[in-house]
């Protein structure tokens, strides 16, 4: 079952901004899952829609099974959104902002469950501050916190993390994945390319309302990653017609001092290293220096938002 099955769902702002354009999407229950895309891709447009902060114009969705839009009170206490922006009323402390959302969800306040999130979200030290005097860093935990208050099925990430300095994030991340493995399903945006790589086992990449790609992560990087054997020479290197030509199946890129050369498959799954190596070595000598890169989410994501892709060989 899908913890959440999105179709057709549309966006336009009252000024005529598209901001979503017929986006399916499925979300499988107990995923980790990244929304992906560049500034005003409509990740926060969609996450708003689901959080009932923004009214979609066309499309559905089911949550768990239920219509999101028909059924949004029970839809409402499965769902622990942490919104992109952060907004506190200034006097109230931590543990009275997750008191307060515990009563907003109908609840009498989990004391164990909020002591249990201001510790793991390391937030306990500062119980005596009221929200105005917390860093960025730590409003922004708090809201995490206040996501999760109420123990919701699918969490759902806004940009948790911008802010955040790398080892909290870390620790961030291993309790979300804590979550994940006892079940929750996640669902979050990020910049962070490199940490939705390592985190998420599902990836929807969404550019201009429009969802490029969604499959799951292990999926996109077999079909769309691939990878480079570079090799560096201590002489200046430049390509004949002959070289290009011998070469041509690797897709050769030359810089002063260095070939990089794009390997394929095999019928067999291998690569195709070993025959790039000795092509190249044939036309220029053993190198001095040699290496295989394999791309990494962050180009496939460059390549599929027709970005620039970086040349890092
Ligand atoms: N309240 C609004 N009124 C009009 N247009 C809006 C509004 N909010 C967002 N937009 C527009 O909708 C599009 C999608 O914005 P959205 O905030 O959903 O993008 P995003 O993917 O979350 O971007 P970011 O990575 O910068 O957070 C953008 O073109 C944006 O300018
Ligand atoms: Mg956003």
């Known amino acids: 079952m899908s913890a959440l099955e999105?179709?057709?769902?549309?966006?336009?702002?009252?000024?005529?901004?598209?901001?979503?354009?017929?986006?399916?999407?499925?979300?499988?229950?107990?995923?980790?899952?990244?929304?992906?895309?560049?500034?005003?891709?409509?990740?926060?447009?969609?996450?708003?829609?689901?959080?009932?902060?923004?009214?979609?114009?066309?499309?559905?969705?089911?949550?768990?099974?239920?219509?999101?839009?028909?059924?949004?009170?029970?839809?409402?206490?499965q769902i622990g959104v942490v919104p992109q922006e952060v907004a506190f009323d200034p006097f109230f402390t931590p543990r009275e902002v997750l008191a307060i959302t515990s009563g907003l969800f109908g609840s009498k306040p989990d004391d164990a469950w909020i002591d249990h999130l201001l510790d793991r979200l390391e937030l306990t030290a500062h119980v005596g501050k009221n929200t105005r005097q917390l860093s960025g860093g730590m409003r922004r935990r708090l809201l995490v916190a206040q996501a999760l208050v109420h123990k919701p099925k699918l969490v759902i990430l806004d940009e948790p993390t911008a802010g955040v300095d790398v080892e909290l994030r870390r620790r961030l991340w291993g309790f979300m994945r804590e979550l994940n493995a006892a079940g929750t399903t996640i669902l979050l945006t990020t910049h962070y390319l490199d940490e939705a790589e390592e985190l998420c086992d599902h990836v929807a990449i969404i550019d201009q309302g429009k969802v490029v790609t969604a499959q799951p992560m292990a999926d996109l990087m077999q079909q769309v990653a691939s990878s480079y054997l570079w090799m560096n020479y201590d002489k200046p290197l430049s390509l004949s017609e002959a070289d290009t030509l011998a070469l041509t199946d690797f897709k050769p890129r030359v810089s002063d001092t260095g070939v990089c050369l794009q390997l394929g498959k095999l019928e067999n799954g291998q690569s195709t290293f070993h025959t790039a190596y000795e092509a190249a070595v044939a036309r220029f000598g053993p190198p001095q220096d040699a290496g295989v890169r394999s791309e990494d989410l962050e180009d496939v994501f460059l390549r599929l938002t027709k970005k620039e892709i970086r040349e890092r060989t």
Do not use: M
């Open 6 to 77: 999105i179709k057709g769902l549309s966006k336009v702002y009252s000024n005529g901004n598209v901001a979503l354009h017929d986006v399916s999407l499925s979300v499988p229950k107990g995923s980790f899952f990244a929304l992906l895309g560049p500034n005003g891709a409509g990740k926060s447009t969609l996450i708003n829609i689901l959080a009932d902060t923004v009214l979609a114009t066309g499309g559905s969705a089911r949550l768990f099974d239920q219509d999101l839009f028909a059924e949004r009170n029970w839809c409402k206490r």
